[in-house]
């Protein structure tokens, strides 16, 4: 680092040159005032503090432009790139993209979030836009764009636990009827697997062993028009048994409409090609819901939940049924378990049991006569060469004596 003069068209002015790490430069009319600057980078250098000012100009959207480009080559699977990509561009962007990155303040960040609240968007919703800036920002820092983070501290909460709807078995063979049978043995299979649907357009015949099993270990997703192949949601493997009735279907349907070869897909459109989950639920789903008069929220990711309510009926055990979903037993706990509500009556019953035997214990100890034994002897006698009257309290017996002296 170091201050030179120049003289340009007969004004001298002073140049401060340093390294952050490539070469820069800056002018100064004043001396003073270039050693002042010089000062200034020289401490931000040493203690590695040091911002460039020219980034002093970039705005939020401008850094997430550039940030975005990583986002895009990474391995993420299509559908969260997909999700940051919602939560950029309708909730953080119209908001805050014009702002420069240097002159954001936790407050300002504080109001978009209250600003996203008012404006009716979910807890969820909040949450998804609080992380991605929070990526954008935290990116910024490391590039030492900024100096800190002003998310930090900031907390948004997730979306509150809701209970999680479910079809009767007699809806989903209504369901299954009013499809076309091309897609009975897909409906079924979800509604009787608990399978998500990206899971089930995965499938392959190699995915079904001679004792109707399923390998689960690959999902379909789309992102940007395009299908992705990619590991199951939890990226582990998992077998599931398909009920009987479900497998004779599902084996009527592989003879008549899928190839030999094992690494043809179970279930694929009348031409052939991968099922996209969201024509599917455009141009099957959607109309036979219509024509049976099905919820609002009867949406083809229903029927998963769908599969874990029939099995809480039946009392498939929690642990079991979280093997069958794929899901943690605590996690599948926390999203089903107002689907065993015989669970939470066998909990009051053992404690109403615990409760009967504290009361009889009490009641027989309140019956029974009170045994007194030791020096006091029985009850309503008095000890020995104790008379009438000269009764030893407890002042008597710590200081000694019984006249009160």
Same mark, same amino acid.
């Given at each position: 680092?170091? =201050?030179?003069?120049?003289?340009?068209?007969?004004?001298?002015?002073? %140049?401060?040159?340093?390294?952050?790490?490539?070469?820069?430069?800056?002018?100064?009319?004043?001396?003073?005032?270039?050693?002042?600057?010089?000062?200034?980078?020289? +401490? #931000?250098?040493?203690?590695?503090?040091?911002?460039?000012?020219?980034?002093?100009?970039?705005?939020?959207?401008?850094?997430?432009?550039?940030?975005?480009?990583?986002?895009?080559?990474?391995?993420?699977?299509?559908?969260? %790139?997909?999700?940051?990509?919602?939560?950029? !561009?309708?909730?953080?962007?119209?908001?805050?993209?014009?702002?420069?990155?240097?002159?954001?303040?936790?407050?300002?960040?504080?109001?978009?979030?209250?600003?996203?609240?008012? /404006?009716?968007?979910?807890?969820?919703?909040? +949450?998804?836009?609080?992380?991605?800036?929070?990526?954008? %920002?935290?990116?910024?820092?490391?590039?030492? =764009?900024?100096?800190?983070?002003?998310?930090?501290?900031?907390?948004?909460?997730?979306?509150?636990?809701?209970? !999680?709807?479910?079809?009767?078995?007699?809806?989903?063979?209504?369901?299954?009827?009013?499809?076309?049978?091309?897609?009975?043995?897909?409906?079924?299979?979800?509604?009787?697997?608990?399978?998500?649907?990206?899971?089930?357009?995965?499938?392959?015949?190699?995915?079904?062993?001679?004792?109707?099993?399923?390998?689960?270990? @690959?999902?379909?997703?789309?992102?940007?028009?395009? =299908?992705?192949?990619?590991?199951?949601?939890?990226?582990?493997?998992?077998?599931?048994?398909?009920?009987?009735?479900?497998? +004779?279907?599902?084996?009527?349907?592989?003879?008549?409409?899928?190839?030999?070869?094992?690494?043809?897909?179970?279930?694929?459109?009348?031409?052939?090609?991968?099922?996209?989950?969201?024509?599917?639920?455009?141009?099957?789903?959607?109309?036979?819901?219509?024509?049976?008069?099905?919820?609002?929220?009867?949406?083809?990711?229903?029927?998963?939940?769908?599969?874990?309510?029939?099995?809480?009926?039946? $009392?498939?055990?929690?642990? /079991?049924?979280?093997?069958?979903?794929?899901?943690?037993?605590?996690?599948?706990?926390?999203?089903?378990?107002?689907?065993?509500?015989?669970?939470?009556?066998?909990?009051?019953?053992?404690?109403?049991?615990?409760?009967?035997?504290?009361?009889?214990?009490?009641?027989?100890?309140?019956?029974?006569?009170? #045994?007194?034994? $030791?020096? @006091?002897?029985?009850? $309503?006698?008095?000890?020995?060469?104790?008379?009438?009257?000269?009764?030893?309290?407890?002042?008597?017996?710590?200081?000694?004596?019984?006249?009160?002296?």
């Amino acid at each position: 680092m170091s =201050i030179h003069r120049r003289v340009n068209k007969r004004r001298a002015v002073w %140049i401060v040159r340093y390294r952050d790490p490539t070469p820069r430069e800056r002018t100064f009319e004043r001396k003073a005032d270039a050693e002042r600057f010089e000062r200034y980078v020289r +401490h #931000q250098l040493d203690t590695d503090q040091y911002l460039d000012p020219e980034s002093a100009k970039v705005t939020f959207a401008q850094w997430a432009a550039r940030w975005w480009r990583t986002i895009e080559s990474s391995d993420r699977a299509p559908s969260t %790139i997909s999700g940051y990509e919602s939560a950029l !561009r309708l909730q953080v962007l119209p908001f805050i993209g014009e702002r420069k990155l240097r002159t954001l303040r936790r407050i300002d960040m504080e109001e978009w979030l209250s600003e996203l609240r008012r /404006a009716g968007y979910s807890n969820s919703t909040v +949450h998804a836009a609080r992380t991605v800036a929070g990526m954008v %920002i935290s990116s910024a820092l490391e590039a030492r =764009i900024i100096a800190a983070n002003p998310l930090v501290g900031i907390r948004v909460p997730m979306a509150s636990s809701r209970t !999680r709807n479910a079809l009767s078995a007699e809806q989903v063979e209504s369901l299954a009827t009013t499809v076309d049978s091309w897609w009975r043995p897909f409906v079924l299979v979800l509604a009787y697997c608990g399978l998500r649907p990206g899971e089930a357009a995965a499938l392959r015949r190699k995915h079904l062993d001679d004792l109707g099993r399923l390998t689960i270990e @690959r999902a379909l997703s789309e992102h940007r028009g395009r =299908i992705f192949e990619r590991d199951t949601k939890t990226h582990q493997a998992r077998v599931v048994q398909v009920p009987g009735s479900v497998l +004779h279907e599902l084996r009527e349907h592989l003879s008549a409409h899928v190839d030999g070869d094992p690494e043809a897909l179970l279930f694929t459109t009348p031409s052939n090609t991968p099922v996209r989950i969201s024509n599917w639920r455009h141009k099957v789903w959607q109309p036979a819901a219509e024509r049976l008069a099905l919820p609002s929220w009867a949406t083809p990711y229903v029927l998963r939940h769908t599969a874990a309510s029939l099995m809480a009926q039946r $009392g498939v055990p929690v642990s /079991a049924a979280a093997a069958a979903l794929g899901h943690d037993p605590a996690i599948f706990l926390r999203t089903y378990a107002h689907l065993y509500p015989g669970d939470l009556r066998a909990v009051a019953d053992a404690m109403d049991v615990v409760r009967a035997q504290a009361l009889a214990e009490s009641d027989t100890n309140r019956s029974r006569p009170v #045994q007194l034994n $030791g020096a @006091r002897g029985k009850r $309503g006698e008095k000890p020995k060469g104790q008379s009438a009257g000269h009764e030893r309290g407890p002042l008597t017996r710590k200081f000694g004596g019984g006249d009160g002296t």
